[in-house]
């Protein structure tokens, strides 16, 4: 099993470090707060304003260390026990014990990243008012916009007539620099006609609005059960009309999340490239693939055309740093210059446009 030790990631980062004094590096894909379950309860830290933590839990900084890469393997949909749910709550507790501006800072630190775009989303049960609470709640804790910009999304209660105003009420409110879509967590199943114009609604809104549209692509975690961990799938954003939009529409996961390398091979790269071709608008994010997907996915789509993501903090975000630069090493690339066109030139192009040049 491939994976980095802590020297080699410090020397990574160190590179990093040294391209950072003429250029600001971004990460496009960062969750807030853990949106899977979206079960936890925060208190307080009332020795730091920036940092809430679980009940019983305490924060510790971020550090490097050794790591393995993540294994593709073989993947299915089948419905899991409500015992092995709640063990996976368990899990994610680690991972998300701590939130709020504290935390990502000290991950961008770590990692060299001087900006990102934070991603809530709205589970399948949420109308406006609950996820408006959370869209506050986030908008409080994550205030810096120097270091901070934070996406909206839109309920899955919400028609398709009435998505325009709500992403407008949630740029005005909470001053949204895109839209956010994740069809597993929502519940929208786009291999359905109601939700495939639904979602086409929301790329006319995004026209209107002058918003980028981030949605999740591929399966996701297998604890819903049945066909719902292929919402998103590839084979289903095929028929959506991105188009519809004049502004830009990033994949994440490029489509594949927990999809395997003989499925991204035979079936998710054909369709991705005719859809990127497709589509002038359409972009991609490489986070949360295995290495070797990610490898395949680099040499296979034009790097103008790919934008860094790190699926923070369900992945540590300096891994994702280093796991990229590593990836591109690894395919004979000018990596260092790669690194900076998808982790720098292209999020500023597509996303943190407001932001001075490289």
Request: aromatic share 10%.
């Amino acid at each position: 099993m491939k994976g980095l030790g802590s020297e080699e990631n410090s020397w990574y980062l160190s590179a990093l470090r040294t391209l950072r004094s003429s250029c600001r590096f971004y990460d496009v894909h960062v969750h807030p707060y853990e949106i899977l379950f979206d079960r936890f309860s925060y208190d307080s830290d009332y020795s730091n304003p920036l940092l809430l933590n679980l009940p019983g839990k305490s924060y510790t900084a971020p550090s490097l260390s050794r790591f393995q890469f993540p294994e593709t393997a073989e993947f299915n949909d089948e419905p899991h026990s409500q015992q092995l749910r709640d063990i996976s709550v368990m899990l994610l507790r680690r991972v998300y014990g701590s939130v709020g501006e504290q935390v990502i800072a000290d991950q961008m630190n770590l990692s060299a990243v001087d900006q990102v775009l934070l991603l809530p989303a709205a589970p399948d049960s949420s109308d406006a008012t609950p996820f408006d609470n959370r869209m506050r709640w986030v908008k409080t804790l994550y205030g810096n916009q120097e270091k901070f910009w934070i996406a909206g999304c839109i309920p899955p209660s919400i028609s398709g007539e009435e998505i325009r105003q709500c992403a407008a009420n949630q740029q005005q409110q909470y001053g949204i620099k895109a839209l956010k879509c994740h069809p597993v967590v929502s519940g929208i199943d786009l291999g359905t006609t109601k939700r495939k114009e639904w979602l086409e609604m929301m790329l006319l809104a995004c026209h209107e609005l002058k918003l980028p549209l981030l949605i999740h692509g591929g399966r996701n975690n297998p604890y819903w059960g049945g066909s719902r961990g292929n919402f998103g799938s590839i084979g289903h954003l095929k028929e959506i009309n991105f188009s519809l939009s004049q502004h830009p529409v990033i994949l994440a996961h490029a489509g594949f999340h927990r999809c395997s390398i003989q499925e991204i091979k035979q079936e998710g790269l054909p369709i991705l490239k005719k859809m990127l071709k497709s589509h002038a608008n359409l972009y991609i994010d490489v986070s949360g693939i295995g290495f070797e997907p990610m490898k395949l996915v680099l040499q296979s789509v034009e790097s103008e055309r790919i934008i860094f993501g790190s699926d923070a903090l369900y992945v540590p975000q300096w891994e994702a740093v280093t796991m990229t630069m590593h990836a591109l090493k690894e395919l004979g690339m000018q990596w260092e210059e790669s690194f900076v066109q998808l982790a720098s030139i292209n999020p500023k192009m597509i996303i943190f446009k407001d932001q001075e040049p490289c």
